[in-house]
């Protein structure tokens, strides 16, 4: 069994900051690709940003310069520090993942909870 769990998200006034985390735990061979994505109230899940294995990033534009995706491989675990925070940034932020658990001889793509953030202003 592979586990996707998220932390950090919570209430901050526009133009402030704050850090997700996510850790991906139980049987993994490998992990490629993480990335973040989220979803506000009424609209459709978007992406934020992804991370790959070797560090390559990727960026929505809406969020370009502002929000930094980071990864840890040794601890599995992927980051991302949202700066200079907007309303619009509300949402439900998802982490994923793609592991290949240790039993499985390929990738399935994990999910975690989610964990909302939620920016006044």
């Known amino acids: 069994q592979v586990q996707v769990v998220e932390s950090g998200g919570g209430l901050v006034q526009a133009g402030g900051s704050l850090r997700l985390s996510c850790a991906a735990s139980?049987?993994?061979?490998?992990?490629?690709?993480m990335g973040w994505h989220r979803q506000a109230p009424g609209k459709q899940r978007e992406l934020v940003a992804t991370?790959?294995?070797?560090?390559?990033?990727s960026y929505a534009d809406s969020v370009k310069g502002r929000f930094t995706i980071s990864r840890d491989n040794a601890k599995n675990t992927v980051s991302l520090q949202m700066n200079t925070l907007k309303p619009e940034d509300t949402a439900v932020y998802y982490c994923?993942?793609?592991?290949?658990?240790?039993?499985?001889?390929?990738?399935?793509?994990?999910w975690g909870q989610g964990t909302q953030v939620t920016v006044s202003s």
């Open positions: 139980g049987s993994i061979f490998s992990i490629g690709a």
């Open positions: 991370i790959t294995s070797s560090g390559g990033t």
């Open positions: 994923n993942a793609y592991v290949a658990p240790t039993v499985a001889p390929r990738t399935y793509l994990y």
